[in-house]
């Protein structure tokens, strides 16, 4: 086995930083870093909704297919506020919900056409997948970033050692 490399020295550290490839990199880390303030952007908002939000009971009323996300039907449902109905599509499929349920619903105190389905899929959706994605190039790109300076570091020593 062969023993460990010394750490790098603030010269080899230099050049590592100052490569054309680490500035590709940094790049991707700023968009990764835009990212993830979108997501928390997107949690806190969906948190301030559902803390916001008035519940009211709806009714399924019909279900439909969406036309590009897969074959799961989702319900459209209606909902009275202040003595006015509304109808309304959630964006998340479940097979556990049938026309005639009486399902909770959650309303924007200031636009009442505003309406998710309490439940956890309809609501917090777009953050679980968002952070999701936003995680795994997260990974990636740091992956990248240590096998490249690592690669950086290997030929910068094997240049500093050969003859010239």
């Given at each position: 086995m062969r023993p460990p490399s010394p750490a790098p020295t603030p010269t080899e550290l230099a050049l590592i930083r100052d490569d054309p490839r680490m500035?590709?990199?940094r790049f991707a880390t700023w968009i990764v870093a835009a990212l993830a303030a979108f997501t928390v952007w997107l949690v806190l908002s969906t948190a301030w909704f559902v803390h916001e939000a008035d519940?009211?009971?709806g009714t399924v009323v019909d279900k439909y297919e969406h036309p590009r996300r897969g074959a799961t039907e989702r319900p459209e449902f209606t909902y009275v506020v202040d003595g006015r109905t509304y109808r309304a599509r959630a964006d998340v499929g479940d097979p556990r919900i049938d026309i005639g349920d009486r399902v909770?619903?959650?309303v924007d105190p200031g636009d009442a056409r505003?309406?998710?389905l309490a439940t956890s899929g309809s609501v917090w959706k777009a953050p679980i997948i968002t952070g999701s994605v936003t995680g795994l190039v997260a990974l990636f790109i740091l992956g990248v970033r240590r096998l490249v300076q690592a690669l950086l570091l290997r030929r910068?020593?094997?240049d500093a050692t050969s003859p010239s």
């Open positions: 500035y590709r990199l519940r009211v009971r909770d619903v959650l505003d309406a998710r910068i020593r094997r």
